[in-house]
């Protein structure tokens, strides 16, 4: 159980145009979940904490209004980056929490923005 | 907010002998810690965890230790495989908001 799927694995987009990237969790309700981002050969940087029926919480330095975050469900939450340029070209993470101290990721998508 | 920080960014290890991987953190106030280990390509697979009120937790072929005082963190690996080799992370966080910090990470490379 607690698996965590990502839509699409792998997206090029021309600059300019805007990406949805899905996060779902398959078999169990998250009411909140997690985006990070990460840049080849860096570690894991925390984007947003994205909760169901609310605003996302966006980390300090993170643009709200260019990664859209919806969590529309417990069991789906997606981020937008819109007017993508290939600077936000990234390996984009989504994790959700499972039971009392479980945190599972997703297999990430990889943006490439040309 | 604090970073956690790593102390090698690589390590060679023959296949059979064990690997100990190190990570300081910078928050003292983080109450959980976990290790997470990354394949090329794909998202950070869970390894183990530990809460501050222990130093020491094991797993199969996996131990990790938690000095609090020096605020340091080790995965140990016994009997390394190469399917072993990835990138290992440690991560640090509250328990109660689980918004994980990671370290710089360290790339396991198993000879054989």
């Known amino acids: 159980g607690a698996v965590v799927s990502q839509h699409p694995s792998w997206v090029i987009c021309k600059s300019g145009t805007s990406v949805k990237i899905e996060c779902r969790s398959l078999d169990f309700q998250a009411t909140t979940m997690f985006w990070y981002r990460q840049f080849p050969k860096q570690s894991l940087m925390l984007m947003a904490t994205s909760n169901e029926g609310s605003k996302a919480t966006y980390e300090q330095g993170v643009e709200k209004d260019k990664f859209l975050i919806n969590h529309a469900s417990l069991t789906l939450s997606t981020l937008t980056v819109t007017s993508a340029h290939p600077e936000d070209s990234s390996f984009y993470i989504c994790?959700?929490?499972?039971?009392?101290?479980?945190?599972?990721f997703g297999a990430g998508s990889r943006l490439t923005v040309l | 907010g604090e970073s956690v920080g790593l102390h090698l960014p690589t390590l060679s290890v023959q296949e059979g002998d064990n690997s100990i991987i190190n990570c300081a953190y910078s928050n003292s106030a983080s109450d959980y810690f976990i290790w997470y280990k990354q394949e090329s390509g794909k998202g950070p697979q869970f390894i183990i965890d530990i809460r501050s009120n222990m130093d020491k937790r094991q797993g199969q072929r996996v131990t990790v230790l938690l000095n609090k005082t020096v605020k340091h963190l080790s995965l140990q690996i016994a009997a390394t495989q190469p399917g072993d080799s990835a990138v290992y992370f440690c991560?640090?966080?509250?328990?109660?908001?689980?918004?994980?910090?990671f370290g710089a990470g360290t790339t396991v490379t198993v000879r054989a």
């Open positions: 991560a640090e966080t509250l328990i109660n908001d689980y918004k994980l910090s």
């Open positions: 994790s959700a929490r499972f039971g009392a101290n479980v945190l599972t």
